[in-house]
């Protein structure tokens, strides 16, 4: 178990340097937008040949890489949204059951599935140069297809982290602050 924790905190450091990196399409993504509301409604001169198209087709590629950087990382901090409308009750034994049933009953083969149909949509977006349907829009489509399969791979690896880390609160191998942390529960 040691050596499987020792992988989880591997991924979990992977995920944190991955998210620090697409932090940086946050930033970029409300310049963006800045520019893009005060050019339109308050006639700010356009640059460098920035379109309304381009600036707009930036906006969704900045926004589909952030939250394609982010959402493992989050996973593994417990920052995702939960419906918890019993969870609460349940002791930290039963909540370890849930988790480690739901990685193995839904993440793990939605990642897998996903991986496998986003991989070949990106793929082929590829293999076909695919750029933008607009004429003056961002060319390389498939630049932000990648990021399709590369968001199911992040929470796959998520997934395969808070997995580890949940049979070993199962067992009792996790210790109290990193249990507490990782189930909700108060130290």
Known sequence: MPALLGLSRAIDRLLN??????MWAGLGLIFVVVYDVSSRYFGVPKPFGLN???VQEAEYWLHTYLFATMIGYAYTRQAHVRIDLLRDK????VKFLVEIFGICLFLLPFAAIAIYYTGAYAYQSYLEGEVSKSVIGIPHSWL???ALPMLFVLL???GVSQLIKSLAGLTGRLSKDDSAGFIGEET
């Open 17 to 22: 340097a991955i998210a620090k990196v697409g």
């Open 52 to 54: 309304s198209t381009k």
């Open 90 to 93: 349940f002791s930290p034994r």
């Open 144 to 146: 932000l297809k990648i």
């Open 156 to 158: 796959g690896l998520a």
